[in-house]
């Protein structure tokens, strides 16, 4: 199915996370209209508070920044095509040793104001309920899309709408931190020393991994399912898995030497900036579906933070995607009507690059329609071509779950010995030559 369109359409935009800004932005840098749909502030999901678009949600790092990192590969090769969303990261960064965080506040107002000075640009703040059917759509509502227009995307997708369960981590206020018992440092000194590191020692790990099994949970609803993503456990399941668990996982002391006592502790929690101020710091790798209550009790347990004041809380909600390998093209358009493109974590990515990654791809796809030209995806020895083809490869309904970037999911390299690193540096190379001469190939220099 299609319509007739033409270049001086506006194409609609529901939902104005990292991914419909960002196809917003690769729309308009080619001379498209663009109508945005953003229902904030008329409703807010369980997780927004902000009403800018382009909230974070969650943690204020976008990850590495190094290209020897899937997740540096991926950014650089976004601001290689143009970024709105990692340009706008770039110059509100604040500083974070070797991965890029910024300012949330800044970052989102920025964004909203660089869209907002294009003259093609609409934003009308509604909530969408239908999926409009007389235009070129991207539907990029995310993982926390409203109710009515999930029920709406399921009965257009003719199947059930695959879904599952994320955490959000703590944020502590810097004046309630006890600096004498932290430590700053990152991991194997790489950049500047931004974390603040709380050491344990081994039965003060043990006790605080006790009273995480040992607290209240806020229990799911009868309509839920208990359904997490690997990579975002909350902390009190990763707990429950073992007894080192989390001392090898998000409490892992590598890469870390306790200034005042010479050596590596057992475990140590990370805090990170949650802005450029410095007054707010994230509990990385904490997120968690304690009760509120119980989350000051435990929290309070570990060295520094025994008074610690937060200006947020862990808290759990609902992350809605499809099934992207049976239902989307490699442009992100919808098989069975070419007129809808997904963008973004519905599509069954995770983190907020590969998140606007997805948003790149589809406004470029959906400018190209305008202008009655298409393009081969970029290679899949790229991250953006990787994603691209994790999510259009068909699999069943069971295997497919929702992928951050990895190395894992690039094209093999030729068989021969290389250390882990040489090889993480020759998989950018190849693919940042590749995506060069990708563009150049596409003419979209």
Same mark, same amino acid.
């Given at each position: 199915?299609?319509l ?7 194409v ?5 996370g990292?991914?419909?800004?960002? *196809? ?19 409703k ?42 990692? &340009? ?10 070797? *991965? ?7 970052f ?17 703040? +509604?909530?969408? &309920? ?13 993982? +926390? ?10 009965r ?12 959000i ?5 810097a ?6 018992k932290?430590?700053r440092?990152?991991?194997?000194d ?9 050491p ?6 043990? *006790? ?34 073992g ?7 998000p ?19 990370? +805090?990170?900036?949650e802005?450029?101020?410095g007054?707010?710091?994230n ?8 009760k ?8 309070r347990?570990?060295?520094?933070l ?22 989307l ?23 907020y690059a ?6 790149l ?15 081969a ?38 068989h ?5 690193k040489e090889?993480?540096?020759i ?7 590749? +995506?060069d001469?990708?563009?150049? &190939?596409c003419n979209?220099c």
């Amino acid at each position: 199915m299609s319509l007739e369109i033409t270049k001086n359409e506006p194409v609609t935009i529901v939902g104005g996370g990292l991914a419909g800004c960002e *196809a917003a932005w690769q729309l308009l840098r080619r001379g498209h209209r663009v109508r945005m749909y953003e229902m904030k502030p008329q409703k807010y999901s369980p997780a927004h508070n902000n009403e800018h678009l382009a909230e974070l949600v969650c943690s204020n790092s976008l990850k590495s920044n190094s290209i020897d990192n899937a997740s540096g590969l991926l950014k650089e090769e976004m601001r290689r095509l143009g970024s709105l969303i990692i &340009s706008t990261a770039d110059e509100t960064s604040i500083p974070a040793g070797a *991965a890029l965080a910024v300012d949330r506040g800044r970052f989102a107002a920025h964004v909203e104001a660089r869209l907002k000075k294009q003259i093609n640009f609409s934003l009308t703040r +509604l909530e969408i &309920s239908n999926i409009p059917d007389d235009t070129l759509t991207i539907i990029a509502t995310g993982p +926390l899309t409203s109710d009515s227009l999930a029920q709406n995307i399921a009965r257009l997708l003719g199947a059930q709408y695959l879904f599952f369960y994320d955490a959000i981590a703590p944020i502590v206020e810097a004046h309630s931190i006890d600096m004498d018992k932290v430590f700053r440092a990152s991991r194997y000194d790489k950049g500047t020393p931004d974390y603040l590191n709380c050491p344990l020692e081994k039965n003060q790990y043990d *006790a605080i991994r006790h009273e995480l099994l040992a607290a209240q949970k806020i229990s799911l609803k009868s309509f839920e399912e208990e359904r997490y993503f690997e990579a975002c456990l909350p902390i009190e399941v990763l707990a429950s898995r073992g007894e080192k668990t989390l001392a090898f996982g998000p409490m892992k002391p590598v890469g870390l030497i306790d200034p005042k006592k010479g050596k590596k502790p057992y475990a140590v929690v990370q +805090l990170r900036p949650e802005n450029s101020a410095g007054t707010l710091f994230n509990m990385v790798g904490f997120q968690t579906k304690l009760k509120w209550s119980e989350q000051k009790r435990v929290f309070r347990l570990i060295p520094g933070l025994e008074k610690a004041e937060f200006s947020r809380m862990g808290s759990i909600h609902r992350n809605t995607y499809i099934h992207a390998p049976l239902l989307l093209l490699p442009t992100l358009q919808l098989k069975t009507n070419r007129n809808i493109f997904f963008a973004g974590q519905i599509t069954g990515v995770e983190g907020y690059a590969e998140s606007a990654a997805m948003g790149l791809w589809a406004g470029l796809n959906a400018a190209l329609a305008l202008e009655g030209k298409e393009i081969a995806p970029p290679p899949a020895c790229t991250a953006v071509g990787a994603l691209l083809n994790y999510l259009t490869t068909p699999v069943t309904a069971d295997s497919f779950q929702p992928m951050n970037i990895s190395f894992g999911l690039l094209n093999n390299l030729p068989h021969k010995k290389t250390g882990k690193k040489e090889r993480k540096v020759i998989y950018a190379q190849r693919a940042l030559q590749a +995506l060069d001469e990708w563009i150049r &190939s596409c003419n979209l220099c």
